[in-house]
């Protein structure tokens, strides 16, 4: 039983296009995330999300915008793609509420725009 | 910047040996640490967790140690296994409270065991 599950593995686009990737947790978790990994394998918090709040890094441009349909998905929507947003990008869930405890991840999404 | 790095970007030991990675953090408000260990092509998948009101915690082959006065933490790894390849990562969790924060990881040290 896979805990938390993202779609595509492995994404390969051309610039400019629109592009979604999806997330689905099964753990009950109420807090999802969304992390970017870059070349030097560095992670980096994009959103976090709970039924209530979206807390959202600054350092994110506006054409990244999760969508979550229920509080067992977060999907990742990226529009007018760019070179620069190749990377390996997680999904990931805890439970909310609580602070000491740790999250759980996705397999990963290796998205490259050529 | 980030508040959490580590020394080492790459660790190198022979198998059945110990290892020890390391990590500093400059967010003195941060409560709770965690290491990650990340495999070729997978997601981080966590080890081990400290408070920072503890200044040890052992699992299993596995300690991790807290240092508050320097802001330091550690990962040991005792008895090291081919299986302990892996990039490790160490995060950190803010104390604002539970709910929507997330982890500020460091850059990771990727940890080679030699037959």
């Known amino acids: 039983d896979t805990a938390v599950s993202q779609t595509p593995k492995y994404l390969v686009t051309q610039m400019g296009n629109d592009k979604s990737i999806k997330c689905e947790q099964n753990l009950g978790h109420d807090t999802m995330y969304w992390y970017k990994q870059d070349s030097k394998k560095f992670l980096k918090i994009m959103f976090s999300?709970?039924?209530?709040?979206?807390?959202i890094n600054e350092t994110v441009p506006n054409r990244f915008s999760p969508k979550s349909p229920d509080k067992a998905h977060l999907n990742l929507h990226i529009n007018s793609l760019e070179l620069g947003d190749s990377a390996v990008y997680f999904c990931?869930?805890?439970?909310?509420?609580?602070?000491?405890?740790?999250?759980?991840f996705g397999q990963g999404t290796r998205l490259t725009v050529v | 910047g980030e508040s959490v790095g580590l020394h080492l970007p790459t660790l190198s030991v022979q198998e059945g040996d110990n290892s020890i990675i390391n990590c500093a953090y400059s967010n003195s408000a941060s409560d709770y640490f965690i290491w990650y260990k990340q495999e070729s092509g997978k997601g981080p998948q966590f080890i081990i967790d400290i408070r920072s009101n503890m200044d040890k915690r052992q699992g299993q082959r596995v300690t991790v140690l807290l240092n508050k006065t320097v802001k330091h933490l550690s990962l040991q790894i005792a008895a090291t296994q081919p299986g302990d390849s892996a990039v490790y990562f160490c995060?950190?969790?803010?104390?604002?409270?539970?709910?929507?924060?997330?982890?500020?990881f460091g850059k990771g040290t990727h940890l080679i065991i030699q037959p």
């Open positions: 995060a950190e969790k803010g104390g604002s409270g539970g709910g929507a924060d997330g982890l500020t």
């Open positions: 990931a869930s805890s439970r909310s509420g609580v602070t000491y405890t740790e999250a759980f």
């Open positions: 999300y709970n039924n209530k709040e979206l807390i």
